[in-house]
């Protein structure tokens, strides 16, 4: 019962970092950046959720208004800073530079903005359902409602980016205007729109795992700093290229760190997930099911 008990937490765990990851892979894949500043926008939209947990008592509300308030954001990030940025520097080293000390810049920007309007305090999130775990006789398990409204949610978003990517024409745009933008440009795709869908789409997926980790804690402007680094640790290990690989990397890493934290030290947790890390870019540099030269799933 115990390690079937981990096994669930795990799961858990993983389906949130999977989802941050996800966010990470979405930009990535339209945009070629990593965006550090994701966890800023993702707690942007959380506090947005809060905001509307707190007036209207309702979590159903809360979650797709944080979605659309993700998306955004995300959005806005692009249009604003990162396709000014693209047009000022073109080539050369600063071209592949700028965006990541821009997205770093940006994070402490929008914490900074958060706490000057909410507070550093820390603030409750009401779940939508109990987060006491399943009874089974006389046994009650780690592993809540909650907990399994996490993983479906998580593997819905997780399918509908997954088919929106495979079997639409805007999966293949995104896709283009990410490898080849001038060939795009040619071929018709409007290059600028298109990744600014696909930042729109990580700001709404990283505002999903946002609202759904913070009921398990608590809210303050710096509460998803982790998630970032665990997602990033995840889409690393699955491969930057494949939003099936975001998943998995995300999930292993979930698991791999339940197992740690039960089994072995909660002060290993967190070095063992870099651990992992550079034994992945060591052994794979390209992630588990990223391909060289390839686009992954």
Not at 161 to 189: D, H, M, W, Y
Request: glycine share 12%.
């Amino acid at each position: 019962m115990r390690l079937f008990s981990t096994l669930l937490i795990g799961l858990s765990s993983g389906a949130i970092y999977s989802l941050m990851a996800l966010a990470l892979v979405l930009v990535w894949r339209s945009t070629r950046v990593v965006n550090f500043a994701q966890a800023g926008q993702a707690i942007a939209s959380t506090y947005i959720g809060y905001l509307v947990i707190s007036r209207t008592d309702n979590y159903w509300l809360a979650l797709p208004v944080a979605l659309v308030a993700g998306a955004l954001i995300g959005a806005l990030v692009d249009v604003a800073l990162i396709r000014t940025l693209n047009k000022r520097v073109k080539s050369g080293p600063a071209a592949e530079m700028a965006p990541v000390i821009v997205t770093l810049g940006l994070l402490g920007l929008i914490r900074s903005t958060v706490g000057m309007i909410w507070g550093g305090d820390l603030k409750a999130y009401k779940a939508p359902v109990t987060n006491h775990g399943f009874t089974f006789g006389t046994t009650t398990i780690p592993f809540s409602p909650y907990n399994l409204l996490i993983v479906i949610t998580a593997v819905i978003v997780m399918a509908v980016f997954s088919i929106i990517f495979q079997k639409t024409n805007l999966g293949l745009s995104l896709r283009a205007a990410a490898f080849q933008p001038e060939i795009a440009r040619l071929a018709g795709v409007r290059v600028d729109l298109v990744r600014t869908i696909g930042w729109a789409f990580a700001g709404g997926a990283g505002a999903v795992a946002g609202v759904l980790v913070t009921p398990s804690n608590s809210l303050s402007p710096n509460s998803l700093d982790l998630l970032l680094v665990l997602g990033f640790v995840g889409a690393v290990i699955g491969g930057l290229e494949s939003l099936l690989g975001a998943a998995i990397g995300g999930v292993v890493l979930g698991i791999g760190l339940a197992f740690i934290l039960e089994y072995v030290s909660t002060s290993l947790a967190f070095p063992s997930a870099f651990i992992v890390l550079i034994l992945v870019l060591l052994i794979k540099p390209s992630g588990i099911l990223g391909k060289k030269g390839g686009r992954g799933a």
